[in-house]
């Protein structure tokens, strides 16, 4: 590993490159990047559709099948972070070495899913997000949904002001709480990489959730429409809501985990001029080397 010879070229880029280049990272890993979020989303899927599985006898009414979609909609927006997660390792890993290799991305990784579950799966919103989506399904209660819908509010206002949060605890892994006063825990570096960037960060979120929807009205229409002509059917049955439907949203998570990941490295290189600290610490390695 040559930490100055990156498969992804380090500099800086405009917004409009950063979601040109995922598309290549995309085309490039695509195989992986479908392996990456399928370890999440098959689970997050049968979870989902267990946890609205009450509303399946009533999907043929359209007021009913709406709901669903929003629901659905909801958790997965919730989930996409916790989803997101191998992807970002397999980027990361991706990123300095010419085939990226599962064995080497989970070494390690032991240490940090206690922090994960709470920093991502509470606090995020995600459990109680879940449990919300059970007894709004399930007792058809509107003021459950109203708190589901606020907790999408919630989760999607610290995306938007702590987006990188994934980034810092499966790549840079720091430590939540340390004893050692000097030492960076999560919420110090978290704040040193966010809060210089605020206005940045708040008109990057604005772009994506935009791009998201469109997206993600895309894809879904395209999945509809080509279930339709390949199997001719033109309706929304079980199979299209539990199914198709989530597969088309973790298409959508995978690329925008994608782009956030690049965004990352982006405001990386441009606040903290980390590919000088790339070079730097490649020739340092190269010292030792001939040293030894």
Request: charged residues 20%.
């Amino acid at each position: 590993m040559q930490l100055d010879k990156t498969r992804i070229a380090i500099r800086e880029r405009e917004l409009l490159e950063i979601y040109d280049l995922a598309l290549v990272v995309m085309r490039v890993y695509w195989w992986k990047i479908v392996q990456a979020i399928a370890i999440t989303a098959i689970p997050l899927t049968f979870l989902n559709a267990a946890l609205l599985w009450s509303m399946e006898p009533d999907l043929v009414v359209d007021d009913t099948a709406g709901a669903f979609l929003v629901y659905m909609c909801c958790l997965i927006f919730l989930e996409a972070p916790l989803a997101g997660l191998p992807i970002t390792m397999l980027l990361g890993d991706a990123l300095f070495h010419d085939k990226p290799d599962w064995r080497r991305m989970a070494s390690g990784l032991w240490p940090v899913v206690p922090r994960v579950f709470w920093i991502v799966a509470v606090l995020r919103a995600i459990l109680p997000g879940m449990g919300l989506a059970l007894i709004a399904s399930f007792e058809e209660d509107p003021v459950a949904g109203t708190f589901l819908f606020f907790a999408c509010c919630y989760a999607g206002i610290l995306r938007g002001v702590r987006p990188y949060i994934s980034e810092i605890l499966v790549l840079e892994r720091n430590p939540v709480f340390s004893k050692n006063k000097d030492a960076i825990t999560v919420g110090r570096r978290s704040s040193a990489l966010h809060q210089p960037n605020f206005g940045d960060l708040i008109i990057r979120a604005m772009a994506a959730g935009a791009f998201s929807v469109l997206l993600t009205t895309s894809v879904v229409m395209n999945v509809f429409g080509l279930r339709g002509f390949v199997f001719g059917e033109w309706n929304w049955n079980d199979m299209f809501l539990f199914i198709w439907f989530p597969c088309a949203l973790w298409l959508v998570v995978a690329f925008m985990t994608v782009v956030r990941f690049l965004c990352y490295l982006d405001l990386r290189i441009r606040r903290e001029g980390w590919e000088v600290e790339l070079v730097l610490r490649a020739e340092a390695s190269r010292m030792k080397e001939v040293a030894g």
